[in-house]
């Protein structure tokens, strides 16, 4: 086992050339070096930098679902942050086309680290899902949460979206253990999952807010572990 692989649970598929993890994964913490932001990222946030003092001269650009968003009091560089959104965006645009509705997925990419989240029909359209997000540019890890069921209602999406904004509000009022924006909500049939670049304290601090949110069945850790928070 090699020294980026003891980051993943002991049930994860290490087999492939991007780890794997089971949705029964309790945790999991991938502590790996910070990749530089790819030339694409890059330039692409050199654009949005510019835009300002472009707006007089032509409408601004919109790339792939909307123009992106990055902030500087977020933990993960720029680059990722632009990164993540362009995963998201084409990762679940592939989906969509390759399987249709053979499954209801949504695509969270966290860092570059993926969490795949949703039904499918068949365990077969569970693995594609899976193949597809691995085959996009820039992706780290896949953590493969996807049920083998029909698609939620939108009653189930519903109550997920109240459950993930209840969880949100509960984390601004923390006492200070840790600041809000850096642990990402995703909430699917009731189980919550937290994904960011977070410490084991602030980590567990996150998990027992979300844990005591009326409504949660279920808390998952998806976050990759740092040593210490930055000043």
Known sequence: MTESNKAFPADCNMGGRLPTCSPES??????????????????????????????GCFPMAVVGAGAVAVSASDRRTLGAQ??????????????NDRLGDKGHIDVTSY??????????IDTA????????????????GVVNAI??????????????????????ARFIDNGGKFAANHVKVVTE??????????THKEADAAVEIARTT??????????????AAPK
């Open 214 to 227: 009326g409504g949660v069945q279920k808390v998952v850790r998806v976050f990759e572990y740092i040593d």
């Open 125 to 140: 359209s569970r693995a594609e899902a899976e193949s597809i997000v691995r085959a996009v540019p820039n992706v780290r």
């Open 82 to 95: 632009a990164e993540d959104q362009e995963i998201e965006f084409r990762g679940g645009s592939r989906i």
């Open 111 to 120: 860092n570059r680290n993926v969490l795949l989240t949703g039904e499918a």
């Open 147 to 168: 049920q083998i069921s029909a698609p939620s209602s939108y009653t189930s999406r519903a109550n997920d979206s109240y459950l993930t904004s209840k969880v949100k």
């Open 189 to 198: 049939d009731g189980v919550v999952y937290l994904m960011g670049l977070v």
């Open 26 to 55: 309790r945790a999991v913490s991938v502590i790996l070096k910070r990749p530089r932001a790819s030339l694409r990222a890059l330039t692409l946030l050199a654009l949005l930098g510019l835009a300002p003092l472009l707006q």
